[in-house]
């Protein structure tokens, strides 16, 4: 069993809960650098575990963890339910569709019924921004973030730096972190709250961001954020070494934002020729769900050597059972972690 | 309940048009009889005001409640109701059955919806609707988007001799937004919406109504562009009016910050730079009106992420003493503070009261300008106490409220 105190990268960050001294993941805006690092480092055994024949791991046995989500996903469901299962929790997924939800129950009862079944974590997507901290308020133990509204998605900012540490690793650009690195993240900015997760993570890390969108697209005062804002995506290329590229979320949208899909590639779709402008090297990524030929060509998609789109989904696994580990310590009673709630 | 006995204010400094004067003020049959150099007589009742403030009950343009224990609270002896109820006021019945429920110790003007169902496309019955007691037309929370429909309003209500109070937001920009768009809301991912979706609406309505030649009352003006546009239009002399809720001029889109849903409001919260916009028209008389925009929103309303809540908050306990507050700052005198909360909205509405005048409704309170008090959501006299002020120490307290005369418990 990987006891977390043998955990090989224990020395470079201060003893038991110090090193993470939150109960919840709300946003990528409530850490530092060193505790995003510290969970970077954490998910690093169970990328290693993840990669094993025999994917399991006892850690969280006996606990329950509850994935409510209250928005429409897969992938992130998918995500978390696996990291759950893999660590041992009795994990339980409640889709806000087939919920008393449906019913008119308010957001707050449903977590305090979700609190007297007592969870021992509980994941949360929500549509609404600020929801996940309202249901935290309400609850006794760690909450995490799946995504509220177009506030902020911490997991997969950090599964994104995750996957971009291994992929820099790997061609030996063996970096502390992301000094140095310009990083370009193109689409709906707008309705994103993956990119302002990862806005806030990756600067905290050392890259620049910029940031590509048609200015309908593109939130009023995102300068203030630290961001390079652009519209013309060859320019935002120029140099680069990351090119993230964002879905458009029409499900998001009122109104008309572009003038039609075709439009939209012809000026913001990766293709191998604009990638061209981007540094030789330069890596792709795509949180997905990818809507190919639309804002990233299939061609640039599936380049072995350049992008690094299914390792994202990969380190996603490891990054939510590092989170759950590291939240679920104090429950557990973990050794610096403080007692049993 | 009818004044029995006059009643002689003694030992007071009265809140006047001119000024504040040490003085007294005799109150018969419900009216205002003497102001100044009264003295009781025999069979009077006698008040010592003990050198505090003796000054009118505030007129409240703008509320979303009747509430009358908040409105004591605050001094409020009159509240002008929006058309914004379940179901809108846009029909006589309802209108007049509004008017009479205040009575006898507060009294509510209620607002004629200017559409029907507040839709925005059909003209309400606003002529029956001001025979039965509505003291003005309103758009509600919402804005008229048709131009020509909005004209053909202005119009009727022009030859009615009705006010018509907008809400200034061009629906079409603000959509489904719950913040000003900026900095703080893209840090929190709120829908937002850019300010300038106020002074196009302003703009619009400004012209609209002069062609019409009708009586124009913005309810809230939030922006700098906003109230350069009203700062215009009175200028050249076009009858246009505008006023503010405390909010505006105390915090700025920073107060939601962790999404604290008693700070969404409509209008949105705006950029610092507008609030001491809004400050500085206060001063400059710009601004005509300050209410109180009441809506007292309980936890089913509020306890919800931000961008589902309910906007509003109970303003009508916190309302004289933000204003009181800009007297503190040195950007008004007492006696314009009393305009802003008397005078003027009883002048826009067309009612016999918010000011000291022999003749006028004797609707007095007697105010320690001082007294200082911390406001607590949890203590609130209001249904509600959705106050984005929790906890905020303040000065000046309502000690003694008379509506026609007859003194209210408070």
Same mark, same amino acid.
């Given at each position: 069993m990987a006891s977390t105190e043998t955990s090989p990268h224990a020395a470079r960050y201060p003893a038991g809960a110090q090193a993470f001294p939150h109960?919840?993941? @709300?946003? @990528?805006?409530?850490?530092e650098r060193h505790e995003i690092l510290f969970l970077l480092d954490e998910a690093e055994q169970w990328v290693a575990l993840n990669r094993q024949p025999t994917k399991h791991n006892d850690l969280l046995g006996g606990l329950t963890v509850i994935n409510a989500f209250f928005e429409n996903s897969t992938r992130t469901l998918l995500s978390f339910e696996i990291a759950g299962k893999r660590l041992g929790a009795d994990v339980v997924n409640m889709h806000a569709a087939t919920s008393s939800v449906k019913k008119g129950e308010t957001l707050i009862d449903t977590a305090i019924t979700l609190n007297a079944m007592r969870a021992d974590a509980i994941v949360i997507r929500h549509g609404s921004s600020g929801a996940t901290q309202l249901i935290a308020d309400k609850v006794d133990c760690p909450v995490l973030n799946a995504g509220d509204g177009q506030h902020e998605h911490p997991t997969q900012a950090l599964l994104d730096a995750l996957a971009l540490r291994h992929a820099l690793r790997e061609r030996g650009? *063996?970096?502390?972190?992301?000094?140095?690195l310009v990083i370009v993240i193109c689409g709906?900015?707008?309705?994103s709250r993956v990119a302002r997760s990862n806005l806030l993570c990756l600067q905290a890390l050392g890259a620049t961001v910029r940031l590509c969108a048609p200015p309908a697209l593109m939130p009023v005062g995102i300068e203030a954020m630290g961001a390079e804002v652009f519209h013309d995506f060859d320019a935002a290329l120029a140099g680069a070494d990351v090119a993230m590229m964002l879905r458009l979320q029409t499900e998001r949208m009122s109104g008309q934002f572009i003038p039609s899909a075709r439009e939209y590639h012809h000026l913001y779709g990766l293709t191998k020729q604009r990638l061209a402008n981007a540094k030789p090297d330069a890596l792709v990524m795509h949180p997905g769900p990818m809507n190919r030929g639309v804002e990233i060509d299939s061609e640039v998609a599936d380049m072995i050597d350049r992008s690094i789109i299914t390792r994202q989904v990969e380190m996603g696994v490891a990054i939510r059972m590092a989170a759950l580990d590291v939240l679920t310590r104090r429950g557990r009673g973990a050794e610096g972690w403080g007692a049993t709630a | 309940m009818k004044q029995v006995r006059p009643l002689t204010i003694l030992n007071g400094r009265l809140v006047t048009h001119g000024g504040i004067a040490d003085g007294a003020i005799r109150l018969v049959d419900g009216t205002i009889?003497?102001?100044?150099d009264a003295t009781a007589q025999d069979g009077d009742d006698t008040v010592d005001a003990g050198g505090k403030l003796v000054a009118p009950g505030l007129v409240d343009l703008g509320v979303f409640a009747i509430d009358k224990p908040a409105f004591h609270f605050g001094g409020i002896t009159r509240a002008a109701l929006m058309p914004d109820q379940s179901p809108p006021l846009d029909l006589p019945s309802r209108v007049s059955y509004i008017a009479k429920s205040g009575k006898p110790d507060l009294w509510v003007h209620p607002l004629a919806a200017a559409t029907r169902g507040l839709a925005g496309r059909e003209i309400a019955e606003i002529a029956l609707m001001r025979d039965a007691g509505a003291r003005a037309v309103a758009t509600g929370r919402?804005? @008229?988007?048709?131009s020509g429909t909005m004209l053909r309003l202005l119009q009727y209500a022009a030859m009615l001799d009705m006010v018509v109070i907008t809400h200034a937001e061009d629906a079409a920009l603000t959509g489904e937004a719950v913040a000003t768009a900026g900095e703080y809301a893209t840090r929190r991912g709120l829908p937002s919406a850019p300010a300038e979706a106020e002074a196009i609406a302003i703009a619009r309505d400004i012209a609209l109504a002069e062609l019409a030649g009708a009586r124009l009352h913005f309810r809230q003006v939030t922006t700098h562009a906003g109230l350069e546009l009203v700062r215009a239009a009175k200028a050249r002399g076009a009858p246009v009016t505008c006023g503010v809720t405390p909010a505006h001029f105390m915090l700025s889109d920073l107060a939601t910050v962790d999404f604290r849903t008693f700070a969404r409001l409509s209008p949105p919260l705006r950029a610092e730079s507008d609030r001491q916009a809004v400050r500085e028209a206060i001063a400059d008389g710009t601004i005509d009106v300050v209410a109180s925009g009441h809506d007292p929103r309980g936890p089913e309303d509020k306890r919800l992420p931000f961008a589902d809540a309910e906007p509003g908050m109970a303003g009508a306990e916190t309302l004289l003493v933000m204003v009181l507050s800009l007297v503190r700052d040195e950007m008004i005198d007492l006696a314009r503070a009393f305009d802003l909360l008397c005078s003027a909205p009883a002048r826009i509405l067309g009612v016999e009261a918010g000011i000291l005048q022999v003749?006028?409704? *004797?609707? @007095?309170a007697i105010i320690d300008p001082a007294k200082p008090w911390i406001i607590q959501s949890a203590k609130m006299a209001a249904t509600a106490g959705n106050t984005p002020f929790d906890g905020q120490p303040t000065q000046g307290r309502v000690t003694a409220l008379y509506k026609g005369g007859v003194p209210i418990d408070l």
């Open positions: 109960r919840d993941l @709300i946003g @990528i805006g409530h850490l650009e *063996a970096a502390e972190d992301f000094t140095g709906d900015i707008l309705h | 009889e003497t102001v100044g919402g804005w @008229i988007a048709d003749g006028k409704e *004797a609707d @007095i």
